[in-house]
């Protein structure tokens, strides 16, 4: 069972930036890609970032494009979501995600293995 335990959450105004992160334990984190989803009131929970085993390969939803860079240190067991040029509408809770796939977690969150437990994101304007 792989526990992932998400910090780095809070307010911050539009246009600034906030760091996101998440620590993985119970598993061989390298053997998982990992990412970020998120989740608004009222709205499904939506695939924000994704990044593969060994942190090459990485893909991002349209909206946080050239905003969002998504990290790992495997050393660390830790993946991160740098957010830059933040808009009221990246408000949500953001989760973290480990998967078998990363294909299959971009297309899907039936493609999730491992959740944390979420971290509000508030964007003020």
């Known amino acids: 069972q792989v526990q992932l335990v998400e910090s780095g959450g809070g307010l911050v105004q539009a246009g600034g930036s906030l760091r996101l992160s998440c620590a993985a334990s119970?598993?061989?984190?390298?053997?998982?890609?990992m990412g970020w989803f998120r989740q608004a009131p009222g709205k499904e929970r939506e695939f924000v970032a994704g990044i593969g085993w060994s942190g090459g390969t990485s893909h991002y939803t349209a909206s946080v494009k050239g905003r969002f860079t998504i990290s790992r240190d495997n050393a660390k067991n830790t993946v991160y979501l740098q957010m830059n040029s933040l808009k009221p509408e990246d408000t949500a809770v953001y989760y973290c995600?480990?998967?078998?796939?990363?294909?299959?977690?971009?297309?899907?969150?039936?493609?999730?293995?491992?959740w944390g437990q979420g971290t509000q994101v508030t964007v003020s304007s």
């Open positions: 119970g598993g061989t984190f390298t053997s998982y890609a």
């Open positions: 995600a480990a998967s078998f796939s990363l294909g299959r977690m971009i297309l899907t969150t039936t493609g999730v293995a491992f």
